[in-house]
């Protein structure tokens, strides 16, 4: 602009000694000036007149309205012509074409005034108009660089949500193009970082910083604390640590290797190695591989109860059954909110799959027994399909001998030494707190999990019950008060004790009608 004829250059030399027009107007693309409703108004004053600055449809974007010829200013913005003038003893009147190079914003600048535009007003409109483009433009690089961010970010959602539901081809096909060889592994793991809601998007960008093109990072849907981090490099973990170390107050949990179909129990893992972050010195957690309660049951025994148990679910078409499975299995992982943010659908459509799995296995998921229960079925499910039960082909009707074994009910399963063994052990760690937790954890899970509840049954607070479960998270080294695998590992722990009550299922009773596995 300085190097035109009769620029801004020229224009302050003239004035040389104080503050000019030009140096006004330039002051405005100052990062602090940057603003089209100032520099309209701007020009207004210095004109001595009124300005007004419209869109393509009519609508004000700055200045103040005033009557213009409709057919003038739709030749203008078709481009029929590039500017207009009038004059007469009531006033003069300027319009000028703006658009973006690109042509996503296309306006008309008018300005009016009621002495005639001689050389140095027009020289002030026709620079203004220079800087109104300038700064549309670099308006409009901002505002693609915005959205070419929050697209990548939904597309890093997109297949999160893929992952969740197993879809790992279409998630493997939709990561190709931005992130080539993300995904081309058969293992991957989970990472959580959790900090502060409000320096989220820091962190996000700090993750991408560390990480590079070796991990999938994505806001969590669900938790606003949360950033969720999926890799298979193993120094992505060493680089988030480090992240840890950077920012006071984080915390980080991670998982054990799974394979990409089960992504969701990653994530579970992830969210519970949290829990003992918090106690770390670290800050940070790797999920440790323990002796899990499905893996200490009788595996041929296992199976034949779980198909039994989900064996409602078997006349379905395919597509909803999966549907139906998946969306139970990450409510019950999560709450339903939280599942519905995750699968990227309403909370109303998850409380109706739910609703509709608990009316074909005729059972109700405010207990906290069954849930513990059907969750049990749900990963011994995945397990199956994902290779991990170790029976290799066997039908679900023989034992490790290869003998026929008779159909088992819940009790049999919760029945093993084995079993037990771990439920005492696990459960014993309560005892040495002077509270006695383990009555309180006890009658909260009763309660389904409710506080209040809990509180009449013990002649306590809510609160001290609130706090009694969170103590009891670090010594069980569980999440608990958040629904999740955890805790559900816990309730089979206190049915495998006797210190719950069974839970009624219709179909766990094998001579019930309904409860064949066939039929």
Request: charged content about 25%.
């Amino acid at each position: 602009m300085a190097g035109q004829e009769g620029g801004l250059g020229r224009s302050r030399a003239t004035d040389a000694g104080t503050p000019t027009w030009a140096q006004e107007l330039l002051d405005h693309l100052r990062p602090t000036g940057r603003d089209v409703r100032r520099i309209v108004a701007w020009l207004a004053e210095t004109l001595q007149g009124t300005a007004s600055l419209q869109d393509h449809t009519g609508t004000l974007v700055a200045g103040t309205r005033m009557p213009l010829d409709e057919c003038l200013v739709a030749d203008i913005l078709a481009g029929r012509i590039a500017s207009a003038a009038s004059g007469d003893e009531d006033g003069h009147l300027r319009l000028v074409r703006i658009e973006e190079p690109n042509q996503t914003f296309a306006g008309v600048l008018a300005v009016a005034r009621q002495d005639p535009f001689d050389r140095r007003a027009s020289d002030i409109l026709t620079h203004t108009v220079q800087v109104l483009e300038l700064l549309l433009r670099a308006r409009e690089t901002t505002a693609a660089g915005r959205r070419l961010k929050r697209a990548t970010s939904d597309l890093r959602l997109a297949i999160l949500q893929l992952l969740m539901v197993e879809d790992t081809v279409s998630a493997r096909r939709v990561a190709a193009g931005l992130w080539p060889g993300l995904l081309d592994t058969e293992t991957a793991c989970v990472y959580v970082l959790e900090g502060d809601a409000a320096q989220r998007d820091r962190l996000v960008e700090e993750c991408l910083g560390v990480t590079g093109d070796r991990a999938l990072v994505v806001r969590c849907p669900a938790m606003d604390e949360h950033v969720i981090i999926v890799t298979t490099a193993d120094a992505v973990g060493e680089a988030l640590r480090s992240l840890v170390d950077r920012n006071p107050g984080t915390l980080l949990g991670g998982s054990s290797p799974q394979s990409l179909a089960r992504t969701a129990t990653a994530y579970g893992q992830a969210v519970s190695a949290l829990a003992v972050a918090r106690v770390q010195p670290d800050k940070a957690a790797v999920y440790a591989e323990r002796n899990h309660p499905e893996r200490l049951m009788d595996p041929a025994a296992l199976r034949e109860w779980t198909a039994r148990l989900l064996r409602p679910l078997d006349t379905l078409p395919h597509h909803t059954r999966a549907e139906l499975l998946v969306t139970t299995r990450l409510g019950l992982e999560f709450t339903a909110v939280s599942a519905a943010k995750v699968l990227g659908v309403s909370r109303n459509t998850v409380r109706a799959r739910m609703e509709r799995v608990e009316s074909l296995l005729r059972t109700d998921f405010t207990d906290l027994t069954v849930r513990a229960t059907v969750h049990l079925a749900l990963s011994t499910q995945v397990s199956l399909a994902d290779g991990q039960d170790g029976q290799d082909g066997q039908d679900g009707q023989e034992g490790h001998g290869g003998t026929p074994q008779a159909r088992a009910r819940l009790g049999d399963l919760l029945a093993g030494p084995a079993l037990g063994t771990w439920a005492r052990e696990l459960l014993g760690r309560l005892d040495g707190d002077a509270r006695d937790l383990r009555r309180t954890l006890r009658s909260w899970i009763a309660a389904g999990g409710n506080a209040e509840r809990a509180a009449q049954t013990l002649a306590v607070h809510a609160q001290t019950v609130r706090e009694h479960v969170r103590s009891a998270e670090p010594v069980l080294e569980r999440r608990l008060i958040a629904s999740g695998s955890d805790l559900y590992e816990v309730v089979l722990a206190h049915l495998a004790t006797g210190e719950l009550v069974h839970p009624v299922l219709l179909r766990d009773d094998p001579g019930h009608p309904d409860a064949s596995v066939h039929g």
